[in-house]
């Protein structure tokens, strides 16, 4: 399949994550075998300040292409400045936000705010594409809330997307107003593929597992799947489902010393980025999702997220996943402690 004219290995992607999809996953994810990655959300003021936008976090590496920047905004001629901004510094394509719940953006009319406005998304959605040169997305919920109205809007979204030929429509199967709780609803995404066929959509929501992704995929008629919350300290599910879209068998899952060179190889990117105190600080909200492939899970978890200091985190890492001989270390990838 493709989105623009890049051509996806598989219809698997990563999802962007705010606070989590900054180059260190996005990287491991590619690496794994994901084809595409998304920044978190950026908010578009920061592209139009020369000082910020200059900061590291917002330039992707050359090492990590294709990447998708996801710009959140409200104005339509400043998401559009700021897409053209991002399209600059190289990023390969623009992800416009129109689904974030969180109280302080809807406050302040951006992301899922905008669900109720479907005109202000057409004129983003144009302004943006004259903007750029490259693919541009959209992220939406199935929308605002339950109300009829809002399921109106979110008809006029989806047409609206269709008829400004956005490259990939992302929805995440809940509505604003659920934020995360309750199941996603996998048949309004079907749905929207049904009504506009020509639509690259892609559905997002409670996949957890390979499995989950290929039934998801299958059952609903969609295009891909957008992989949130299952990638966080989990990229070997890119693997398992490269192998399955290439009708290999799924991989073995990896060994604990592999989980444990993986753990502080995304450790070491993060201290790239952060030094200190601060890196591990960072770092702890991986923990849960790495751990939950160690065979004793609980007491491995605690004792790493109990770690303060980076060489604190890093021995202890060794320690519960094996890299540590009593006479020294067995294992040691480029070592930066
Ligand atoms: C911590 C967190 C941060 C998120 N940040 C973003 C974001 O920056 N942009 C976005 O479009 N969606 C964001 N999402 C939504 C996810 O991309 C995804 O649509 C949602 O989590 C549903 O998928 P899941 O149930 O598989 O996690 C975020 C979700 C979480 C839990």
Redesign the pocket.
Known sequence: MKIGSLELSMPFVQ???????DYPMRKLARRFGCPLT????MLDQFALHAKAIRQEKFHPADDEHPVVA?I?GHDPATLARAAAVFEGLGYDMI?L?F??PVPKVLRRQRGGFLMQKPDLIRQALRQTRDAVRCPVLM?IRIGFDRSAAAEEDFWTICEIAAAEGVDML?V???TVGQK?RGP?DWTRIGQIKQRFATLTVFG?????DAQTAVERLDCSGIDGI?????AVGNPWLFDELLARTQGRPSPPPPTLAAQGEVILEHFQMCCRMRTGRRAVAYFRKFLPGYTRRHPDRKATMLTLLAAQRPEDLTSAVKTAYGLQTASGTKHNPSQIF
């Open positions: 999802a962007p994550l705010a606070g989590y999809t998304f920044t978190g959300m996801q959140v992800d936000n689904a974030c992220k992302a995440h199967g809940r995360y996603a997002s929501g409670d996949i957890f957008v992989i949130a919350r299952g």
